[in-house]
């Protein structure tokens, strides 16, 4: 199995108290995973660390091969957040360049404009997403995410605040992607997105209570204490 995500022993403590773990997870090249659990499950603080936002307090994360962290992971990883973070003097046009530069895309611009199409942010593109109403900025988070290639996508609650042309346009994107062979972690309270998955993953009070095919699980109980 060519494993996309490589977790060993992952735990993570805030003082005396355990946020996390310790959690063992391998997600292989292609997959497409739900995550799911209550708040304050350890959903989140999983996916910040895999992302390299967050560091661990005991194990070790590997994405496509590369230490979590390092360049040649974030290299592979795109990350899309439940709380949208934007410069305050770039336009959402400024960002989708950035981004797109940043990681040496080519042919940026038509991809970044048919993103914009699809959420409906065309006539938004040269104004200051910092200014937009939440679902606005979690459209423009989502065009950010997509503007450039990644392997792995880790999503937190990505749905939260999207109109229903936002929340079709998201699930069109996340078709595409796994399309193309691209990984996919998404962790949400949708449960209509765990009908598209191929294994659900549960966590409760940090540890993994599930890890299986959708269709063998409760999810509605899943998410609930």
């Known amino acids: 199995m060519n494993e996309a995500l490589h977790a060993v022993g992952v735990t993570k403590n805030y003082g005396d108290a355990p946020a996390l773990g310790p959690v063992d997870l391998d997600v292989a090249s292609g997959e497409r995973v739900v995550l799911v659990g209550h708040n304050g499950s350890g959903k989140t603080t999983l996916l910040r660390i895999a992302a390299g936002l967050l560091d661990a307090t005991a194990g070790a994360i590997e994405v496509a091969g590369h230490q979590v962290g390092s360049l040649s992971a974030r290299a592979f990883t795109s990350y899309l957040g439940d709380q949208p973070v934007f410069y305050d003097d770039l336009t959402v046009w400024e960002h989708l360049e950035y981004v797109a530069r940043l990681h040496h895309t080519e042919g940026w611009e038509d991809h970044a404009a048919e993103l914009l199409a699809m959420l409906g942010l065309t006539d938004r593109a040269d104004d200051l997403p910092t200014t937009f109403s939440r679902g606005l900025r979690q459209k423009a988070a989502v065009a ?26 998201l699930l069109e994107l996340f078709a595409r992607a796994h399309g193309d062979g691209a990984t996919l972690v998404v962790a949400t309270h949708e449960l209509s997105t765990v009908e598209a998955a191929e294994r659900l993953v549960a966590l409760r009070d940090g540890l993994v209570i599930f890890d299986g095919p959708p269709g063998d699980a409760d999810a509605d109980a899943l998410v609930m204490r």
């Open 144 to 169: 950010l995410a997509f503007v450039r290639p990644f392997e792995v996508l880790l999503v937190d609650e990505p749905f939260v605040g999207l109109d229903q042309p936002g929340r079709r346009a």
